[in-house]
Structure formats: structure tokens, C-alpha cells
């Protein structure tokens, strides 16, 4: 049988090549239970996945008298189409793929492809991470919270090496014995499709063992972790997030993620999620803010309250007239300190005020008395008229809607056309005839 194609059947069953056809059922019925996808944690899913069709993939060929000798004979080349083998309804060509290379060592001659473990240009248990797998997830927290700072408390759930057996997973005295699944390597590759017809090659811990290489006997196995070497234990944890934070920033809580023998435990990493605001958008240490007036207010000025600070502190504004200013829509005005806090600082960035005049509503002038004191009291400005010879008074209408113009009409100036076709297509397109 040819070294290429070897992958023992027998073994990943954890049989021997003698063993009868119910004891091939029962092993493959256990295998099943404790490597289906659905069982296990997302993370550790894609692992599941292959072992658990390796342990299909075995126990049709084994269960089957006919197959199995082939197997015996000939090994898994004997099921390999471009031999002109073949298995019918038996496992499909990405499990084949898998067991014809999932035991040998490429070095550089396969792109892709990596060494495995403990063959020739593969990693030994010695490349084992040092350090346990990290938690990351997300985290929101409001505008307030990121202005203020914030402190919370939160109970956490992890793996602790069992102190019983102080991580060896056996009693006092017990030997344990090479695993099985990873050949007591503590580490082993698995294949992971990452195109149509493209699969790389990856080496990972064994979630077997641990990445330890070694198993008890379930006889010998400690008693309160059960051979698991860790057991479950809570923790209080507190969060700390510093004035100024800003989205996307990461809160480590070093060594704080599970735990396993002969490994630094992981951290786990919280990402901060900004959530939006009603009032204040944010940008770096500056805050952006609407300014809403009056018309009135516009023209003389004002001294009031315009918001609600994210400290609770009601900002005021004291905009005099004389001065000449007017207050126009989209003008901006600058409050400088006013802004986020700024990390490891008492700086502060700035506040930016978006001028929004709201106009009195249609009706609100009663009678001519009140127009002409409206014109008495405004300046008298003067539009210069384009007046031709022949001059002729229309009639107009009010509300009339920009979207309206050119409808229909093929023409890409027509309304919003170009705003509609940024929306929906990520910039302006140019038609091609």
C-alpha cells in the first residue's frame, strides 16, 4: 500500500483491525455522538465537522465486508476516482480529499498546503501556543458613558485547571497513554475549504487531549475533573472604560479567558461599540450639534439654555445683538473645551454648533398693521430686476417638489436622479450605449 494514501480507519474509530462489525457500530455511533457539529462550541465547529465525517467516512467503509477489504488491500487509494476507484453513494470528494492528505507532509510542494505535525516540515507538539485562545466580542456603551467613564461589574464563567490533579487529568500514580485521535502529538491538521476545489491546510490544537499528547484511562481519570484536566469555576470581573474612549477601542482583561495546563491563559478583549446619539454626533474629540433658532432670534440675538450637556450641564449661549450678526442657516459656531475629554489628558476637543433657523409657520401675520411694522423694522434691501420690455405676471404654486422635475424623461438631470443612483450604486454612474 502506498505511504501517500495511508489513513488507519481503524484508528479513527479507536479500533483494531479485527474488531467485529458490532463493535465498528458501536464506535462509530460514540464517535458521532461526540464529534457532531451541532454538540460543540461555534469556535470549535469546523473541527467537529471533519472529524465527525472522518468518523462517517471510516464506518461505511469498514461496516461494508466488500469495501473493507479493499481497504485492507489496497487502502484508501482503492476509493480515490481519478484511480478509477470509486465508492458510488459513499463519501464525498472532499472527505476523500481529507483522508488521502490528511497524514503527510508536503514541506513546499503543494500551495496551500503546510506540513503536519510530527512529519517531515510539520510542526511537533512543541508548536503548541504558549498562550490560550483569546475572547473577543463586542461591547456597546453611549456617548454619556464614554464622557464620563464607566465602571461595571460582571460575573464570568471559565475553565480552571483542576487543583485535584493539578492539570494532569489522572489520579495519583496513573500512567496515561498516547491520544488517539492526534497520535499523541498534541496537535494535528486539519483541511479547511477556502474556494471551489481550494482547501488549505491548517494546524490546530487537539480539543481531544488538550494538546497535552496524552489520555487516561476512564479507571484512572481524576475524579473531580473527570480526565478533563479543568473544571468550571465563576469570577467577579470588573470593566473599566476611560474618559474619552472612543469606538473601536479594546478593554484587555488579561489572563482572564479559560485556562489549560501548561498554557498562559487567554484574555478576554472587549470592543467598544459606540451607540448613536439623539443630539451630538462625534468626530475624534470634537462634538457636532444642531443649533435651533428662531427667526427672530436669528435677527436679534438671544441668551439661553440650547442643550443639555452628556454631563447633565445645560450649555448656555449668549448671542447679543447690535453686533450686525445675523444668524443664518448652516452658519457655525465654535465652543471651544466643550467637546469629548481626551485619554490620559484634562484637554478637552470642541464643540461645533450647526445653525438651523426655524421660520414661523404659513399664517402667523394677522393683518397689513402688522406687515408694515415688519418691513418698518427690517433694512430696506433693494433685488435688482431683469426687466424686459414685455413683462407678463404668473401664477406659481407653494410646495412643489424638486423631485418632480424632468420626471420621466430619460434625462439623468432630471430631479434626484444622480442622488438616487449614488444611493443605490455607491457613487454617480455613466451609462455605456
Partial sequence: MNDVDDIDLYEVLGITSGASKAEIKKAYHKAALSHHPDKVV??????????FKSA???????????KRHLYDTHGMAAFDPSRGG???????????????????????????????????GGPGPRNVPRKGRSVEQEYQVTLEELYKGKTTKFSNTKNVVC??????????????????????????????????GLVTQETVTCSTCSGSGKLFKEKERCKKCKGKKVNEAKNVLELYIPRGARQGDRIVLAGEADQLPDQEPGDIIFTLEEAPHDVFERAGADLRAELKVTLVEALVGFNRVILTHLDGRGIQLHVEQPNGK???PGDVLKVPGEGMPMKKSDAKGDLYLVVDVEFPEDGWLKNDEAIQKIKDALPATTIPEDKPDDVEEVEFEFGADMDDFGAGSGDPRAGNEWEDDDDEQGGPQCATQ
Fill in 86 to 120: 470509486g465508492m458510488g453513494e459513499g463519501p464525498d470528494i472532499d472527505d476523500i480529499f481529507a483522508s488521502m492528505f490528511g497524514g503527510m507532509g508536503f514541506g513546499g510542494g503543494m500551495p496551500g498546503m503546510g506540513g503536519m505535525g510530527g512529519m517531515p
Fill in 163 to 196: 487543583q485535584t490533579c493539578k492539570g494532569s487529568g489522572g489520579k495519583p500514580g496513573a500512567k496515561p497513554h498516547d491520544c488517539s485521535v492526534c497520535n499523541g502529538r498534541g496537535a494535528k491538521a486539519v483541511l479547511r475549504q477556502v474556494g471551489p
Fill in 42 to 51: 461555534e469556535e470549535e465547529r469546523v473541527e467537529a465537522e471533519i472529524r
Fill in 56 to 66: 462517517k467516512q471510516a464506518y461505511e467503509i469498514l461496516y461494508d465486508d466488500e
Fill in 326 to 328: 445675523v444668524l443664518r
